[in-house]
């Protein structure tokens, strides 16, 4: 069954104090890797999709990489408006509709 | 340029009634897909749409329905609402039914 698993559940930074979010995947040939940004009661805004190993992407204070078998999205200096949960997707096997990890809800304090 | 659109914004109904969620995806979008997302999880995979022919279905009970209209917009249907029907409904379109998906801002259901 494709799996995927988003580490920590929620993540406290101090404003300027940078860290990594984890999402580890178990799904037979991967056709793609996406990380979006959910604000409260609103929907995901796309961020970044990632398509093999060792690729990485870049936009502002985000980067986000991949192997073979997880996705890290490194935020650098992150500010309070980074503040949101960060979801990441693989295409279900066979299919194309995505399937998501829990989230890790990431709060900035200034 | 419009992204997503959902209709309505906010929603409440009672246990047994009916429900219409509608989407417009972004211009030149032909695929559509609906998901479900309760408080606490990532977005649950229920419909996709392409060219007005269903694509893909999630682990959902028949009372979920879908269409796709010539304009490529979509409904989503739910019948004899329950209390755990109540989520947020999101909408997303892309280009082609393997392309990136683009969220809508949702429809927020509650149901007493």
């Known amino acids: 069954e494709d799996q995927v698993t988003q580490s920590p559940e929620a993540l406290r930074l101090q404003e300027g104090e940078s860290s990594s979010l984890n999402c580890s995947y178990t799904v037979s040939g991967l056709r793609g890797l996406f990380w979006y940004r959910q604000d409260p009661g609103k929907g995901p805004e796309f961020l970044f999709t990632l398509y093999s190993a060792g690729e990485e992407k870049e936009k502002e204070r985000l980067k986000a990489t991949l192997t073979k078998k997880e996705s890290f999205l490194h935020i650098t200096a992150p500010k309070p408006e980074d503040s949101a949960t960060y979801l990441c997707a693989v295409p279900r096997s066979g299919n194309t509709p995505l399937v998501f990890g829990k989230g890790t809800r990431l709060s900035v304090i200034a | 340029d419009a992204g997503v659109t959902q209709s309505p914004t906010h929603l409440i109904k009672t246990r047994g009634q009916q429900v219409t969620l509608r989407c417009s995806p972004i211009s030149g979008h032909k695929s559509v897909s609906w998901y479900q997302q309760v408080l606490g999880q990532g977005p649950q995979f229920i419909f996709q749409y392409y060219e007005k022919e269903e694509r893909g279905r999630g682990n959902f009970p028949d009372r979920f329905s879908a269409r796709q209209f010539p304009n490529y917009s979509s409904e989503l249907n739910v019948n004899a609402l329950l209390l755990g029907d109540s989520a947020l409904y999101l909408c997303?379109?892309?280009?082609?039914?393997?392309?990136?998906?683009?969220f809508g801002p949702g429809t927020r259901l509650t149901v007493l």
């Open positions: 997303a379109s892309s280009l082609v039914w393997t392309d990136t998906q683009y």
